[in-house]
């Protein structure tokens, strides 16, 4: 080894020393952040192969192989399962073996390196460890390569940082079989050790640099996707809030008109919910909603939209459905909601009232909205007004048909508290 070598690798280890230290600053702020804290604990692991290798370059023994390469494999198996986490699709029982074959490949490599021969067993601990590694990254990058949403600067920037990952570990494993070699591997050989071998950990260095950058304004991106999508909902019931109701309906209101297909709305009110919050107290009134927001949230399609509207009352819209459907809807859902029990202190359960309303094409979506909500309005106070715990369609024709079908299942069901 030239003399200017080993301060060359010195170099590397006070550089990936640097980025040690960064990625344990951003743990603490990563604390409570789930896969947030995988990521930075993957790139400290990864900082400490990177110094252990170097260290390896400048006193070579098996112990450091096997150490570097433990470290290396364990980031990088880190880094997957914070992938995984993050919502990137990978089947749990595929995660689990690859962190299986992590661990039972760190133990081959502990085991390797008793062989007596040190030379041998540091060669064949490089091998190994270098190919298993260098599969765990592609597995990273193929989880990478599965995100439809968008190529951001984040998405890009841990693409090159698992693609320098990638080809460092390449690179490592071509000098690894080179050091022994023979055949075309013998040609990447060099007569004096010099960049070549320095070139794997400066592909390190750069992914462990571009993966913290990356990483992190890829957990910014999603923490503000996450707040934006909570400023939505309502905080009781999780369902959107009156302000994301007309955000949604806006744009459903134009897919109707474009498309010419039907746009259905149920406006949903808690039958006499004030003497529940008067006779039981108000935490056990926000249990009640929150039983009912949780009806309505399981008996929805994923198109449809579900929003509490007020204090106690509650919105569907639903794409694609024709007046017959809504009704039946509206029906499913009464019965399910007469299921739901009462407080003590009240008895029996609890019952709704719906208006159902078929969007018209207007030619203007707010104008359609508005009509489309009004009319379900005044086809729920219809249902109040006669009698609660029915369902009533705006339509004259389908307000029989759906007394109808009330009559059926009242005599059918036991009857509920109307509080309904």
């Not at 947030?36 to 170097?54: F, N, V, Y």
């Not at 490089?126 to 951001?152: F, P, Y």
């Not at 023979?182 to 993966?211: F, Y």
Request: a neutral charge.
């Amino acid at each position: 080894m030239s003399p200017d070598l080993p301060t060359a690798y010195l170099t590397l280890l006070v550089l990936f020393a640097s980025t040690l230290g960064i990625s344990i600053g951003l743990r603490y702020g990563a604390a409570q952040a789930g896969h947030r804290a995988r990521w930075t604990d993957a790139h400290a692991l990864a900082s400490l192969g990177g110094m252990a290798l170097a260290l390896g370059a400048i006193a070579p023994a098996p112990l450091w192989a096997v150490l570097a390469q433990a470290l290396c494999l364990g980031a990088q198996l880190m880094l997957v399962r914070g992938l995984a986490a993050s919502g990137m699709a990978m089947a749990p029982h595929h995660l689990r073996a690859m962190v299986a074959g992590g661990v039972a490949s760190v133990a081959l490599l502990g085991l390797i390196a008793t062989v007596q021969d040190a030379v041998m067993a540091e060669r064949a601990i490089r091998t190994l460890g270098h190919a298993i590694t260098a599969l765990v990254v592609w597995q990273a990058l193929r989880l990478l390569n599965r995100e439809r949403r968008s190529h951001t600067i984040a998405h890009t920037l841990v693409w090159v940082a698992c693609c320098a990952q990638l080809a460092a570990q390449g690179l490592c494993l071509a000098l690894a079989l080179a050091a022994g070699g023979a055949g075309a591997w013998s040609a990447l050989r060099p007569e004096e050790p010099g960049m070549l071998a320095q070139a794997p950990l400066l592909l390190m260095l750069i992914a462990v640099l571009s993966g913290v950058v990356g990483f992190t304004l890829l957990s910014a991106e999603r923490q503000l996707a996450e707040q934006r999508a909570r400023a939505r909902l309502d905080s009781l019931t999780g369902l959107f809030h009156r302000g994301a109701l007309d955000d949604a309906a806006m744009t459903l209101a134009v897919d109707a008109e474009r498309t010419g297909k039907p746009l259905s709305c149920l406006v949903i009110d808690v039958d006499r919910f004030k003497q529940v919050n008067d006779r039981a107290g108000h935490q056990a009134g926000d249990m009640v909603l929150k039983r009912i927001a949780e009806t309505l949230r399981r008996a929805c399609r994923a198109t449809d939209v579900a929003a509490r509207f007020g204090g106690e009352e509650f919105c569907l819209l639903c794409p694609n459905t024709g007046e017959e459907d809504a009704v039946l809807l509206a029906e499913r859902i009464r019965a399910r909601i007469a299921a739901i029990p009462l407080p003590e202190e009240i008895g029996g359960h609890a019952s709704v009232s719906i208006g159902i309303a078929l969007a018209e094409d207007t030619g203007d979506a707010r104008r359609s909205w508005e009509r489309l909500f009004a009319e379900a309005d005044r086809a729920l106070y219809r249902a109040k007004r006669e009698g609660r715990n029915r369902v009533i369609h705006a339509a004259a024709g389908a307000g029989i048909a759906a007394k109808a079908a009330n009559a059926a299942n009242e005599a059918a069901e036991p009857a509920a508290w109307s509080v309904a």
